[in-house]
């Protein structure tokens, strides 16, 4: 071990040491802070759980005090003397009941997030906002249950939560040798472990498949789904982790304040909790311990303090309204002005990652290359090997299927028909190029064929096999990557996790894998980031890969969407008017890109574009659209002189251009 | 500065974001003319407009449109200076109808009167607009968003007009036809300057263009000149 490895993990040792040593010290200088500390760090773990939601997966929920309030009820019901919970009288361990609560707590996650989850944006807010007053009403009437059917009363009485009055004692955790008592130093250090074992896991989850997939749902849905990412599954996942940790938090809560009361699981705990995400960062997870950290200490031990400071004050000067003043009373006031300040000085919070542009000159370098040299060119013996091993041309048999097989497919919006009765077929290995007027359907084809719609009429099938009524997310899995018309990347994500999310679907690692990591899951994991790296540096992005993919340069931006395309290992390309806004060179290099694609993985393409000189150069067939119909279909010579495609699309000055250039 | 001169960027330093996007830009537009912006991505087309029309702010430097110094005064007022912006991406608003689309454009001006009369002026310009005026702006196809957007900047009878990529996403038929428009509404009156990717297609309307690259204007001359240049042929109308 090298001293400068020392020195980095210099701070971490320190950090232990400090948080070892406090309770200690705090005891020693009897500032009695330890019971405020230990409170401050069970809403900590509440916002880490939230920010599993909102920060990693961009769901905002308005209720998540919910499952807190889940969480601490499991420990009531399960280990306290005064409800009638025909559970209670087993003697449950609080070390079995804290892993119950938080498999309730997921479990309710998951049945609270399985309706709201085609809901977006505002209403999945509301629905979140409606299902956090719920649950403290159910629980404030759950204390008397009689259930009277004609005199026949199978339950009478039934106490199941304590009503208003809450639940009061509560069972202990034991443990030899250390009493769960009024000390507070065992409960901070139980807290602690708890803390530092969920942080453990939620960094493992973050770096992993699945934290990739909630990151790519957060930047942009439809293009995750379209990348093989389930979008229901991983926001399940989010929800119902999420929802876990607060089930650690709330049983722990409930067995240390020994009693659990309606009222301690309101709205305003929602969005406190919500608060500290925004105030540290969300989705940074030191962000987020630091968010809460301040919140709370401020509301538990600052506050208090200067009440009593400026009381002092107010009496020494013989200022009655100070003497008297009570600032605890004021505290949605602080927060709030101190959440709009932090909002204008930093937006993206405390530790929120501030993406940066690159360095001016860099920059300007790089376009003045771009715009003298030509554009990467793309390489044969640059193509990454394994891509290569996974579309393996020429084991196709002779007579299979066309690559895709479009019939009769028809869609319609309202009265308008956007694509009707369409027929498209791209043999193994052929670019076919979709061409027509804009607003002629080709972009709502495209849809169909990826599901992001579904077809009104008609079949449409991959290698022979019909993909109608499947999900954006397994039409990836079968073997269609798209790329898109306004380039749609995970923009505040990397450049190389970008790539990484097109390897979703052919990865296997589950939620435990992530967390565990055992040696199947490193190596998948290794694996796939080497094939990301070939991958980029195929399309001449090696360089950048540590880039946040905002930051790149328009034309590259335009190839990182296909590095992402291609890492789903596809039979069939999809592209949306690749090279709109790219320049000549740009294009130039696109097209070749595209033709070796074709030649060497033999991918099927199918392409929309307005560039003539590209589509015309590089598609074996062309298929032209309008109005949602067939206009015309067959080699480009045949295309550039049918007189309905001259008419509705090319125009006369096409014929003119092509005989002045 | 001759007399004719209608808008003037002297010196112009501005950010975008982070980014030194201008670094000294100068360009003058006659009354009356089309002038032409053309680069590649990144060089600072879109942003010298946005400079004009004031959403972004000079650093250093002087915009002045019709003797006067407009760096400092605030958008909406500048719109009604006389300037108007057919923003890149069209930007129409979806959910109101193309008349409601059109008479918004008309949104600042006091001559109320005088609208009805535009509307058939513009409608006149654009008459694929006529037949689709109840319908809702989103559900145009984009040829007709782009007119859409045009026609509403030309509602507020502006002197000048800042086109942004007018061509971008459009069929080869509709970029004719779309070129085709701009030199009417020119040969109207209104003075226009035109950024535009397609190279080719604005050079040809244009009279004269400016090359514009990493911010800074690298060439400029008459639209005819700058179509045989060496330079502009081999970067920007990819001939080899």
């Given at each position: 071990?090298?001293?400068?490895?020392?020195?980095?993990?210099?701070?971490?040792?320190?950090?232990?040491?400090?948080?070892?040593?406090?309770?200690?010290?705090?005891?020693?200088?009897?500032?009695?802070?330890?019971?405020?500390?230990?409170?401050?760090?069970?809403?900590?773990?509440?916002?880490?759980?939230?920010?599993?939601?909102?920060?990693?997966?961009?769901?905002?929920?308005?209720?998540?005090?919910?499952?807190?309030?889940?969480?601490?009820?499991?420990?009531?019901?399960?280990?306290?003397?005064?409800?009638?919970?025909?559970?209670?009288?087993?003697?449950?361990?609080?070390?079995?009941?804290?892993?119950?609560?938080?498999?309730?707590?997921?479990?309710?996650?998951?049945?609270?997030?399985?309706?709201?989850?085609?809901?977006?944006?505002?209403?999945?807010?509301?629905?979140?906002?409606?299902?956090?007053?719920?649950?403290?009403?159910?629980?404030?009437?759950?204390?008397?249950?009689?259930?009277?059917?004609?005199?026949?009363?199978?339950?009478?009485?039934?106490?199941?939560?304590?009503?208003?009055?809450?639940?009061?004692?509560?069972?202990?955790?034991?443990?030899?040798?250390?009493?769960?008592?009024?000390?507070?130093?065992?409960?901070?250090?139980?807290?602690?472990?708890?803390?530092?074992?969920?942080?453990?896991?939620?960094?493992?989850?973050?770096?992993?498949?699945?934290?990739?997939?909630?990151?790519?749902?957060?930047?942009?849905?439809?293009?995750?789904?379209?990348?093989?990412?389930?979008?229901?599954?991983?926001?399940?996942?989010?929800?119902?982790?999420?929802?876990?940790?607060?089930?650690?938090?709330?049983?722990?809560?409930?067995?240390?304040?020994?009693?659990?009361?309606?009222?301690?699981?309101?709205?305003?705990?929602?969005?406190?909790?919500?608060?500290?995400?925004?105030?540290?960062?969300?989705?940074?997870?030191?962000?987020?311990?630091?968010?809460?950290?301040?919140?709370?200490?401020?509301?538990?031990?600052?506050?208090?303090?200067?009440?009593?400071?400026?009381?002092?004050?107010?009496?020494?000067?013989?200022?009655?309204?100070?003497?008297?003043?009570?600032?605890?009373?004021?505290?949605?006031?602080?927060?709030?002005?101190?959440?709009?300040?932090?909002?204008?000085?930093?937006?993206?919070?405390?530790?929120?990652?501030?993406?940066?542009?690159?360095?001016?000159?860099?920059?300007?370098?790089?376009?003045?290359?771009?715009?003298?040299?030509?554009?990467?060119?793309?390489?044969?013996?640059?193509?990454?090997?394994?891509?290569?091993?996974?579309?393996?041309?020429?084991?196709?048999?002779?007579?299979?299927?066309?690559?895709?097989?479009?019939?009769?497919?028809?869609?319609?919006?309202?009265?308008?028909?956007?694509?009707?009765?369409?027929?498209?077929?791209?043999?193994?290995?052929?670019?076919?190029?979709?061409?027509?007027?804009?607003?002629?359907?080709?972009?709502?084809?495209?849809?169909?064929?990826?599901?992001?719609?579904?077809?009104?009429?008609?079949?449409?099938?991959?290698?022979?096999?019909?993909?109608?009524?499947?999900?954006?997310?397994?039409?990836?899995?079968?073997?269609?990557?798209?790329?898109?018309?306004?380039?749609?990347?995970?923009?505040?994500?990397?450049?190389?996790?970008?790539?990484?999310?097109?390897?979703?679907?052919?990865?296997?690692?589950?939620?435990?894998?992530?967390?565990?990591?055992?040696?199947?899951?490193?190596?998948?994991?290794?694996?796939?980031?080497?094939?990301?790296?070939?991958?980029?540096?195929?399309?001449?992005?090696?360089?950048?890969?540590?880039?946040?993919?905002?930051?790149?340069?328009?034309?590259?931006?335009?190839?990182?969407?296909?590095?992402?395309?291609?890492?789903?290992?596809?039979?069939?390309?999809?592209?949306?008017?690749?090279?709109?806004?790219?320049?000549?060179?740009?294009?130039?290099?696109?097209?070749?890109?595209?033709?070796?694609?074709?030649?060497?993985?033999?991918?099927?393409?199918?392409?929309?574009?307005?560039?003539?000189?590209?589509?015309?150069?590089?598609?074996?067939?062309?298929?032209?659209?309008?109005?949602?119909?067939?206009?015309?279909?067959?080699?480009?010579?045949?295309?550039?002189?049918?007189?309905?495609?001259?008419?509705?699309?090319?125009?006369?000055?096409y014929e003119q251009e092509l005989v002045a250039t | 500065m001759s007399a004719a001169t209608l808008l003037a960027l002297q010196d112009v330093h501005a950010y975008y974001g982070n980014i030194r996007a201008l670094k000294g830009v100068s360009l003058t537009v006659g009354r009356g003319e089309i002038v032409t912006l053309i680069g590649g991505n990144g060089a600072g087309k879109t942003t010298t407009l946005r400079t004009v029309i004031g959403l972004v702010r000079a650093l250093r430097g002087t915009v002045t449109f019709a003797d006067q110094r407009i760096d400092r005064v605030p958008t909406h007022r500048i719109a009604r200076l006389g300037?108007?912006?057919?923003?890149?991406?069209?930007?129409?608003?979806?959910?109101?109808?193309?008349?409601?689309?059109?008479?918004?454009?008309?949104?600042?001006?006091?001559?109320?009167?005088?609208?009805?009369?535009?509307?058939?002026?513009?409608?006149?310009?654009?008459?694929?607009?006529?037949?689709?005026?109840?319908?809702?702006?989103?559900?145009?196809?984009?040829?007709?968003?782009?007119?859409?957007?045009?026609?509403?900047?030309?509602?507020?009878?502006?002197?000048?007009?800042?086109l942004d990529e007018p061509s971008m996403g459009l069929s080869p038929i509709l970029v004719e036809t779309i070129f085709d428009i701009i030199r009417n509404i020119n040969q109207l009156g209104t003075t226009i300057l035109l950024v535009e990717q397609n190279a080719r297609m604005a050079l040809r309307v244009a009279h004269r263009g400016y090359v514009i690259q990493t911010g800074r204007i690298v060439l400029e001359d008459a639209a005819s000149a700058l179509l045989r240049s060496d330079v502009v042929r081999k970067a920007y109308l990819g001939e080899k």
């Amino acid at each position: 071990m090298s001293d400068a490895g020392a020195a980095r993990r210099l701070p971490a040792v320190l950090l232990v040491a400090a948080l070892l040593a406090y309770p200690f010290v705090d005891r020693w200088l009897q500032a009695q802070t330890v019971h405020a500390v230990t409170d401050a760090m069970i809403y900590v773990l509440l916002a880490l759980g939230l920010n599993i939601v909102v920060g990693y997966a961009g769901m905002l929920d308005l209720g998540y005090a919910a499952f807190f309030a889940i969480g601490a009820y499991t420990m009531g019901l399960l280990n306290s003397p005064v409800l009638g919970s025909p559970l209670y009288g087993h003697t449950w361990s609080f070390w079995v009941i804290i892993w119950i609560a938080a498999a309730v707590s997921a479990l309710l996650g998951v049945v609270i997030g399985a309706p709201t989850l085609r809901v977006r944006g505002d209403y999945l807010a509301i629905i979140t906002l409606a299902f956090g007053e719920i649950i403290p009403v159910a629980i404030r009437n759950l204390g008397d249950i009689t259930i009277d059917i004609g005199g026949w009363k199978p339950i009478e009485r039934l106490n199941l939560t304590g009503g208003e009055n809450g639940v009061n004692p509560v069972g202990r955790p034991h443990l030899p040798f250390v009493h769960f008592e009024t000390d507070f130093i065992p409960w901070y250090f139980l807290i602690l472990v708890i803390g530092a074992l969920s942080l453990w896991a939620m960094n493992r989850m973050r770096d992993s498949r699945l934290g990739r997939a909630w990151m790519a749902i957060r930047e942009d849905e439809t293009a995750a789904d379209c990348t093989g990412v389930n979008p229901i599954k991983t926001k399940l996942l989010a929800f119902g982790l999420g929802a876990s940790f607060s089930g650690f938090a709330g049983s722990f809560y409930a067995a240390k304040l020994q009693a659990i009361t309606p009222g301690a699981f309101e709205f305003n705990v929602s969005i406190m909790l919500l608060c500290m995400i925004v105030l540290g960062g969300m989705g940074s997870l030191k962000g987020v311990i630091l968010g809460g950290m301040l919140i709370t200490l401020f509301d538990r031990i600052l506050l208090a303090q200067l009440t009593f400071l400026v009381r002092a004050l107010g009496r020494s000067l013989g200022v009655p309204m100070l003497a008297a003043v009570d600032l605890t009373l004021w505290r949605w006031f602080f927060f709030g002005l101190g959440l709009v300040v932090i909002m204008l000085i930093r937006p993206e919070g405390l530790m929120g990652r501030r993406v940066r542009p690159p360095a001016a000159d860099v920059d300007e370098r790089e376009e003045t290359r771009a715009l003298i040299a030509a554009p990467p060119r793309p390489r044969a013996d640059a193509l990454p090997a394994w891509l290569r091993a996974a579309s393996a041309p020429g084991a196709r048999p002779v007579g299979a299927p066309p690559a895709l097989e479009v019939r009769g497919l028809t869609r319609r919006f309202g009265g308008l028909v956007a694509v009707s009765d369409a027929d498209l077929v791209i043999p193994a290995g052929g670019i076919v190029g979709l061409i027509g007027p804009n607003g002629a359907g080709k972009t709502t084809f495209f849809n169909l064929v990826t599901g992001l719609l579904r077809p009104d009429r008609g079949e449409i099938r991959l290698d022979g096999a019909s993909l109608v009524g499947l999900r954006p997310h397994a039409i990836v899995a079968r073997g269609i990557a798209r790329t898109f018309q306004s380039i749609r990347l995970f923009q505040n994500m990397s450049v190389l996790d970008n790539v990484l999310v097109g390897e979703h679907c052919r990865l296997h690692a589950s939620v435990a894998g992530a967390v565990f990591r055992p040696p199947a899951v490193m190596a998948e994991e290794a694996r796939a980031r080497a094939r990301s790296r070939d991958l980029l540096a195929f399309v001449g992005l090696g360089d950048k890969a540590a880039e946040t993919a905002k930051n790149l340069a328009y034309g590259d931006q335009r190839r990182l969407e296909i590095a992402r395309a291609l890492a789903t290992e596809p039979r069939l390309l999809l592209l949306d008017e690749p090279t709109a806004g790219m320049n000549p060179r740009e294009t130039d290099a696109l097209t070749e890109l595209i033709g070796l694609l074709r030649h060497e993985l033999g991918l099927a393409v199918l392409l929309i574009e307005h560039h003539m000189e590209v589509v015309m150069g590089i598609s074996d067939r062309i298929t032209v659209l309008d109005y949602g119909t067939r206009i015309a279909e067959g080699t480009p010579a045949e295309i550039r002189r049918d007189p309905k495609v001259i008419e509705a699309y090319l125009g006369k000055g096409y014929e003119q251009e092509l005989v002045a250039t | 500065m001759s007399a004719a001169t209608l808008l003037a960027l002297q010196d112009v330093h501005a950010y975008y974001g982070n980014i030194r996007a201008l670094k000294g830009v100068s360009l003058t537009v006659g009354r009356g003319e089309i002038v032409t912006l053309i680069g590649g991505n990144g060089a600072g087309k879109t942003t010298t407009l946005r400079t004009v029309i004031g959403l972004v702010r000079a650093l250093r430097g002087t915009v002045t449109f019709a003797d006067q110094r407009i760096d400092r005064v605030p958008t909406h007022r500048i719109a009604r200076l006389g300037i108007a912006q057919s923003p890149e991406g069209r930007r129409i608003f979806a959910p109101m109808t193309v008349r409601e689309n059109l008479e918004l454009g008309a949104f600042s001006r006091a001559d109320r009167e005088a609208i009805p009369q535009d509307l058939e002026r513009v409608l006149g310009l654009f008459p694929r607009l006529r037949d689709r005026l109840a319908q809702k702006g989103g559900t145009l196809s984009g040829g007709e968003q782009q007119m859409l957007a045009m026609g509403r900047a030309l509602m507020a009878k502006p002197d000048m007009l800042l086109l942004d990529e007018p061509s971008m996403g459009l069929s080869p038929i509709l970029v004719e036809t779309i070129f085709d428009i701009i030199r009417n509404i020119n040969q109207l009156g209104t003075t226009i300057l035109l950024v535009e990717q397609n190279a080719r297609m604005a050079l040809r309307v244009a009279h004269r263009g400016y090359v514009i690259q990493t911010g800074r204007i690298v060439l400029e001359d008459a639209a005819s000149a700058l179509l045989r240049s060496d330079v502009v042929r081999k970067a920007y109308l990819g001939e080899k």
